[in-house]
């Protein structure tokens, strides 16, 4: 066992503790000591500065005249549990000499031998600038998204009605070829249009905290994949889709919004894979868990990307040259969280990628 330390000799004990109070005015940190009492017997030069008070002035005084009333409420609850002996953590604003400053604090008790307390240490900082800093991007983040969410729904009934009239006049009937193509064209450009701003719309509901209201019906999954299938047979019909959709019993899932992924998901494999190669969707149980794979070959996503695939506003260049907003898979991955299952993708030059989408057959 190793012996004790010798005791130092008076004055080494007074320059001992000259060395630690240069030591604690150094630090960067509000450092002072609380008796069992509540008053304080140290302070270092920042604590006391902090207050607008010589040093001596807060010796021996309480913590109640030293902070004032309303912060002492505040911070009594803290006090209390290191004085029973507990250490105790906080960060919370606290009135300050007639405005409100965010203190980050730690007290720390001190334990005589016996088991008693004798006081605490209280070490704190003052993170005012950083709390205000995060509230003001908070504030610009919900108002930036806010304003997404505003501008995209009253972008969409003026775009719905383009769409509606374009559509009109396609089956018409009335127009020549010119016309027609032309017509084609502002539908296909304003159906695009419709799809961002839907995008846009989920993506604020979900990042001002609303997410997605599911309307979970039963739904037969390996039909709905056919769906879509077929849909991106005819708006591809230079690609090769294989399906290997194996029966499943009817799940409760939202039809429309699971539509919305097996369709981004194939969508994108298009998009993103060679032409002359083919894309596989696979839909299979796992027990009872429902595990849909979109395959597709061709170069594979760089692993710095794939860390960060299903985060928004992400965009990968696209082998057909149309660009997005980037939300697609994050809003996809959404979905599929919201249904109390998970989204994750692989991704080798060997292999290919595939995207698994791993659904429990009813949400939570």
Same mark, same amino acid.
């Given at each position: 066992m190793r012996p004790p330390f010798p005791p130092l000799p008076e004055e080494d004990l007074h320059t001992f503790a000259q060395r630690l109070r240069v030591v604690a005015d150094a630090a960067p940190v509000m450092l002072a000591y609380v008796d069992s009492g509540e008053r304080y017997?140290? @302070?270092?030069? @920042?604590? %006391? %500065? #902090?207050?607008?008070?010589?040093?001596?002035a807060l010796l021996g005084r309480s913590v109640r005249e030293v902070v004032g009333d309303a912060a002492y409420e505040l911070l009594r609850p803290a006090v209390h549990v290191a004085l029973a002996g507990q250490r105790v953590h906080f960060e919370r604003p606290v009135p300050y000499s007639g405005g409100t400053r965010c203190i980050n604090a730690t007290y720390v008790p001190h334990l005589r031998p016996d088991g008693g307390v004798a006081g605490y240490v209280s070490t704190v900082l003052d993170v005012t600038e950083r709390y205000q800093a995060e509230e003001a991007r908070e504030r610009t983040s919900r108002f930036r998204e806010h304003f997404l969410g505003v501008v995209s729904h009253d972008l969409r009934n003026p775009l719905s009605a383009i769409l509606a009239g374009a559509n009109a006049l396609l089956h018409a009937g009335t127009l020549d070829e010119r016309q027609g193509r032309m017509v084609a064209r502002i539908a296909r450009s304003a159906a695009g249009m419709e799809r961002m701003i839907g995008d846009l719309l989920d993506f604020t509901r979900v990042r001002l905290g609303d997410g997605f209201l599911l309307e979970p019906v039963p739904t037969r999954l390996e039909a709905l994949c056919q769906e879509v299938?077929?849909?991106?047979?005819? @708006? #591809?019909? %230079? *690609?090769?889709? *294989?399906?290997?959709? %194996?029966p499943l019993p009817p799940g409760r899932w939202d039809r429309h919004r699971l539509t919305q992924v097996v369709s981004n998901l194939v969508g994108n494999a298009l998009q993103h894979s060679p032409e002359g190669t083919p894309v596989t969707v696979t839909l299979r149980a796992e027990g009872t868990t429902a595990v849909l794979e979109v395959h597709n070959e061709g170069t594979a996503i760089p692993p710095e990307l794939r860390a960060h695939l299903f985060e928004p506003f992400r965009q990968g260049t696209q082998r057909s040259g149309r660009r997005g907003l980037g939300l697609g898979l994050y809003i996809a991955h959404e979905i599929v969280r919201a249904h109390g299952g998970g989204l994750a993708v692989s991704s080798s030059e060997e292999t290919g990628t595939t995207f698994t989408v791993r659904l429990p057959p009813h949400p939570p």
């Open positions: 017997l140290y @302070a270092n030069t @920042a604590y %006391a %500065a #902090w207050f607008s008070h010589p040093r001596d299938v077929e849909e991106l047979e005819v @708006a #591809w019909p %230079a *690609r090769e889709l *294989r399906s290997q959709l %194996a």
